[in-house]
């Protein structure tokens, strides 16, 4: 396991090419328009009972967020992707809290979300949206380190993260209060020389299968 050191000159994320194609998605970055697309879903208060947001409220409420998210990518911060199926945005997946730099110091790391739409789950679409958002990370943007989080009885979820190569740092009880009750977090990373030897083996492992 072994990561370069950081870039010289630290990425623009909205000169990069931000399309991702995986073999049964299309990943664009979001935009207001997906508000009819995304309504259904993020308006019901069962989706994100295991996220950081509540249930939106309005059309409003989504074309808001979508603004705002999609604001990320001029400020650097962040980028979120539309997960497109069948010529339709049914989930969201990006790397938030893209940080730099802190004073002397190079961080170069992001924070990997995502949903995809009920209909869609158990199918290992959101791994594979995962999986080529995590690439992304590391290969395209430089990233050194991705971080990412789940509710620790959020077992689908954790599924994803595990089946993309992170590696578990923590769990941390109590860690945040939702719906009445404190919930324990379970915490993942991966440096960009663990993605490097997590793809390797993973391509060494297909082609050996396919033989």
């Not at 962040?78 to 730099?100: M, T």
């Not at 739409?117 to 995590?134: D, F, I, S």
Request: hydrophobic residues 40%.
């Amino acid at each position: 396991m072994r990561s370069d050191p950081p870039r010289a000159e630290i990425p623009t994320i909205a000169s990069l090419p931000l399309e991702i194609a995986t073999p049964r998605l299309k990943l664009r970055p979001v935009r207001e328009d997906d508000v009819e697309d995304l309504w259904p879903w993020v308006s019901d208060p069962r989706l994100p009972r295991h996220m950081s947001w509540k249930a939106h409220v309005d059309r409003d409420e989504t074309r808001t967020w979508l603004r705002a998210t999609a604001q990320e990518v001029a400020a650097n911060l962040g980028i979120a992707w539309a997960i497109v199926h069948e010529g339709r945005a049914s989930g969201v997946v990006g790397l938030d809290s893209v940080r730099w730099q802190m004073r002397a110091l190079r961080i170069d790391r992001a924070e990997l979300g995502y949903w995809i739409a009920p209909p869609l789950w158990g199918h290992g679409l959101m791994t594979e949206a995962a999986q080529a958002v995590v690439q992304f990370g590391f290969e395209t943007l430089g990233l050194h380190k991705i971080v990412v989080q789940c509710f620790a009885e959020n077992d689908a979820s954790r599924r994803v993260i595990e089946k993309c190569g992170f590696r578990m740092v923590g769990r941390q009880e109590d860690d945040i209060w939702r719906d009445g009750a404190w919930h324990a977090h379970l915490r993942y990373e991966m440096t960009a020389g663990e993605h490097a030897d997590t793809t390797a083996t993973r391509r060494f492992t297909r082609d050996k299968t396919s033989t």
